[in-house]
C-alpha cells in the first residue's frame, strides 16, 4: 500500500524548513478547532465570525511577513502556508486576514508615513483595529483608472466625495484605504471610522463568501488631514503594489478550499456502494480524483517556486498573476467535481465542496479576474499591452 499523502502526492512538506512546518499546523489546529466546528453556520447565516479576530492576531496573523510594530516577521512561504490552511478553512477568513495584511498593512509599511505607521500597525497587528482597502467602483472594478472618486484640498485637509463598491471588511473597518484622484492621479488617503460623511452599507444575499463581510463605502464631502494621506503613494501602481501581494496570497490559499474538496471526496467515495462495489474502486470516479490531485499537485509546487522566488528577492507581477489564475481556475474545477461526487449530500452545508465551490467564484472575480491576470501573463509573453 502507498504512503504517499493524496493531499501532498509531491512531498511538498518535505521541502519546508522546521519553522515553516511548525507555521503550517498551528493554523491547522486553529482551523480544526475553531473554524470548521462554526463556519457553516456563519455561511448560512452570512455572519462575518468577528470572534475570531482576536485568535487570529494571537497566531500572529495579521501582517506576518512584516518584523516592526509586533508582526510576526515571518517569510512568505509561511505567509503562503497560513492563508492557506485558513482558506481550507473558509475563504472568508483568508479574505479578512489578506485584505489586513497585503491590502492595508503591507500597503501602510510600505507607502506610509512613520506617524501612520506607529499609530495602525499595532493596532492591526493586535486585531483590535481591522482595515479595509477602497479601490473598486461600481462602474468597473478591471479598469481602476475609471474611479471617480475624488479628493480636492480645502486648505490643509482634503475633502474625499465618491462612493466604493465590493469592499471586504468595509462595515467593519476601523480605518479604511480609500483611493481616490488627485489631479488625474490616484493617491490613498486614511479614512477614520466615524469620520463625518462616511457611511457603509452591507451587501446582502451574496451567493458566495457569505461569512466574509462585503460593503458599499460611500463618502460625502469627507474632509481627511493631509498627514492622512499616504505620502509614498503616487498613481494606480503603488495600489497594484498592494493587489501583488494579495494576489500572492490567494495563489495559495485556493489551494486549502481545494485541499478540503478533494479530502471530502476521497472520504466519501471510499464509504460509498454504488453498483455493489465503493465508488472509490470504479475506474471514472478514480480517473476525476486523479485529475483533481493533478491540479491540485501543480498548483502546490507552482505556490511553492513562488514563494521561494519571492523570499529571494521578488517576483514579477505576471508570475504572480499566472499562480493566481492557475490555482483558483484549478481550485474551481476541483470544488464543483468533488460537489458532484458527493451526489445530493454535495449540495448541502454539511459537506464543505458546494460552500468552497461558491466562495472560490469570488476568489476568481477579485484580485484580478482570470481575463485580466491572461492580459498580464500575455503582455509579459509579447511586450503587448492588450488591456
Ligand atoms: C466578495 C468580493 C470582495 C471584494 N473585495 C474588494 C476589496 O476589498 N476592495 C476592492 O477595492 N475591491 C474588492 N472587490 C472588487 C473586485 O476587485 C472586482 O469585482 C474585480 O476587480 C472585478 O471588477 P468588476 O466586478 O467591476 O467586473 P468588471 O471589471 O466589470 O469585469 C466583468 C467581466 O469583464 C471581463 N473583462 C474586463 N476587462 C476585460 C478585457 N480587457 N478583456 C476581456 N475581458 C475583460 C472580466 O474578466 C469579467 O469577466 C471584491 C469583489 C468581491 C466579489
Given amino acids: ?170 462595515a467593519l473597518a476601523d480605518v479604511a484605504i480609500v483611493w481616490g484622484m488627485v489631479d488625474g492621479r490616484a493617491a490613498a488617503f486614511l479614512v477614520e471610522r466615524g469620520a463625518a460623511g462616511l457611511e457603509s452599507r452591507t451587501i446582502r444575499n451574496k451567493l458566495s463568501l457569505r461569512a466574509s463581510n462585503t460593503a458599499v463605502v460611500s463618502l460625502t464631502d469627507v474632509r481627511v488631514p493631509e498627514r492622512n494621506r499616504l505620502p509614498g503613494a503616487e498613481g494606480l501602481k503603488s495600489a497594484l503594489t498592494c493587489l501583488n501581494q494579495a494576489r500572492f496570497g490567494i495563489a495559495w490559499g485556493a489551494l486549502g478550499a481545494a485541499r478540503a474538496c478533494l479530502e471530502a471526496a476521497l472520504a466519501h467515495t471510499s464509504d460509498r456502494v454504488m453498483f455493489g462495489r465503493p465508488l472509490s474502486r470504479t475506474q471514472l470516479i478514480q480517473s476525476r480524483l486523479a485529475d483533481a490531485a493533478r491540479r491540485l499537485t501543480t498548483g502546490q509546487l507552482l505556490a511553492l517556486r513562488l514563494g521561494r522566488l519571492k523570499d529571494a528577492g521578488g517576483v514579477a507581477p505576471a508570475q504572480v498573476s499566472l499562480a493566481k489564475w492557475n490555482n483558483v481556475s484549478a481550485a474551481l474545477d476541483i470544488a464543483r467535481d468533488c460537489r458532484d461526487i458527493l451526489g445530493a449530500s454535495g449540495i448541502t452545508l454539511d459537506h464543505a465542496p458546494a460552500r468552497h465551490m461558491l466562495n472560490l467564484e469570488s476568489v476568481s472575480t477579485y484580485e484580478g479576474t482570470e481575463a485580466i491576470h491572461r492580459l498580464i501573463v500575455g503582455r509579459e509573453l509579447t511586450g503587448e499591452d492588450a488591456f
Fill in 1 to 170: 500500500m502507498s504512503t504517499l499523502d493524496p493531499l501532498d502526492l509531491y512531498d511538498r512538506r518535505s521541502l519546508l524548513s522546521d519553522d515553516e512546518r511548525l507555521v503550517q499546523d498551528s493554523v491547522a489546529r486553529f482551523v480544526d478547532e475553531e473554524v470548521l466546528p462554526i463556519i457553516g453556520d456563519c455561511f448560512a447565516s452570512e455572519r462575518f465570525p468577528a470572534e475570531l479576530v482576536p485568535r487570529l492576531a494571537d497566531l500572529g496573523l495579521f501582517g506576518a511577513t512584516l518584523s516592526t510594530h509586533g508582526c510576526a516577521g515571518l517569510n512568505y512561504v509561511s505567509y503562503g502556508l497560513i492563508c492557506e490552511e485558513l482558506e481550507r478553512g473558509d475563504s472568508s477568513l483568508r479574505s479578512c486576514v489578506s485584505v489586513q495584511s497585503s491590502l492595508v498593512m503591507h500597503c501602510l509599511e510600505r507607502f506610509g508615513s512613520d506617524e501612520q505607521k506607529d499609530r495602525w500597525l499595532p493596532d492591526l497587528a493586535r486585531g483590535t483595529a481591522l482595515g479595509c482597502f477602497a479601490l473598486t467602483e461600481a462602474h468597473g472594478g478591471s479598469d481602476p483608472a475609471r474611479m471617480t472618486t475624488r479628493a480636492e484640498r480645502r486648505g490643509g485637509d482634503w475633502l474625499l466625495n465618491g462612493e466604493k463598491h465590493w469592499i471586504t471588511n468595509g
